[in-house]
């Protein structure tokens, strides 16, 4: 989080705040940097790597390609804007090596696509991925499926060769058997599952039909309007410029946020 301002003579504090992930949402050379060194290189074998970065990212995978018909410079401009943000916040090589198999300083949990369907993987991706806060059936789908994929995470994926250090020595066959059952052969568990957390996770149905963008209409053109008075000059006529702004417009940004909401509805099934 990047801040900045000064206090008033009220004892009031004023500063600009600006989330960290604008400019870099997944710092993972700094994570790396901070294990090996700037110039070393963590042990990337399964049986000689002893420590590494742990990436959980809920929308990891390809980018979306962005406009490809032709749009206002308003539009372009928005675009571009996106095209820079996009740009700076992670480096594609960082998620090529966590989703390599045979590197083992780099792992990355994130949400599974079932095979037998086009939906995406959450609900929650929507709207820049914000959608989930106005629906808490979307909410819940997407918690319970976090804890499927982490246990399957567990039990599959955070491995190292079993004749790496890390493990102190071979394992019996009856901690294999109670530990390690869904591992692959050489392969160790890094934090074996035991007593609940080794159960099998269900999820919910998917929540088709559980929200209504029209619900949520008043409340936005309310927030627009808010916005639109915060960020006017305190003068009598900008305040009454603003004010009559804010009814002329409200209904036309409530409408783009609520068909934005319902095409993303359309594609993943959930209308």
């Given amino acids: 989080m990047l801040t900045s301002g000064a206090a008033s003579e009220d004892g009031q504090y004023f500063f600009l705040v600006v989330d960290g992930g604008a400019t870099d949402n997944e710092p993972i050379e700094l994570a790396r940097t901070a294990l090996c060194g700037i110039i070393e290189q963590n042990p990337r074998d399964a049986?000689?790597?002893?420590?590494?970065?742990l990436l959980i990212d809920p929308f990891a995978g390809k980018a979306e390609l962005g406009r490809q018909t032709a749009g206002t410079?308003?539009?372009?401009l928005g675009s571009?804007?996106?095209t820079f943000i996009q740009q700076t916040r992670?480096?594609?090589?960082?998620?090529?090596?966590?989703?390599?198999?045979?590197?083992?300083s780099r792992f990355m949990l994130s949400p599974r696509q079932q095979s037998d369907t086009n939906r995406p993987a959450i609900t929650s991706a929507g709207l820049a991925a914000f959608i989930g806060f106005a629906c808490p059936a979307f909410m819940r789908y997407d918690y319970m499926l976090g804890r499927r994929d982490c246990r399957e995470f567990l039990l599959?994926?955070?491995?190292?060769?079993?004749t790496n250090k890390v493990f102190g020595?071979?394992?019996?066959?009856?901690?294999?058997?109670?530990?390690?059952p869904g591992m692959e052969a050489g392969f160790l568990p890094i934090i074996p599952l035991t007593g609940t957390a080794a159960q099998p996770q269900n999820l919910d149905e998917w929540p088709v039909g559980k929200l209504d963008p029209e619900d949520y209409r008043g409340a936005i053109e309310e927030r627009f309007r808010a916005i639109l008075k915060a960020a006017t000059p305190p003068t009598k006529w900008l305040k009454l410029a603003s004010w009559a702004g804010g009814l002329v417009s409200d209904g036309l940004v409530?409408?783009?946020v609520i068909a934005a909401m319902?095409?993303?509805l359309s594609e993943a099934q959930l209308a």
């Avoid at 049986?47 to 970065?53: G, S």
């Avoid at 090589?93 to 045979?102: F, I, Q, S, Y």
């Avoid at 071979?170 to 109670?178: C, F, G, V, Y």
Wanted: aromatic fraction near 12%; charged fraction near 35%; charge should be negative.
């Fill in 47 to 53: 049986d000689t790597a002893n420590r590494a970065v």
């Fill in 73 to 76: 410079f308003v539009d372009n």
């Fill in 80 to 82: 571009l804007v996106s």
């Fill in 90 to 104: 992670y480096d594609s090589r960082d998620v090529l090596l966590a989703a390599d198999e045979k590197v083992f």
């Fill in 156 to 162: 599959k994926d955070f491995a190292l060769a079993e």
């Fill in 169 to 180: 020595g071979p394992w019996t066959q009856p901690q294999r058997d109670r530990y390690a």
């Fill in 254 to 256: 409530a409408d783009k």
């Fill in 262 to 264: 319902n095409d993303y």
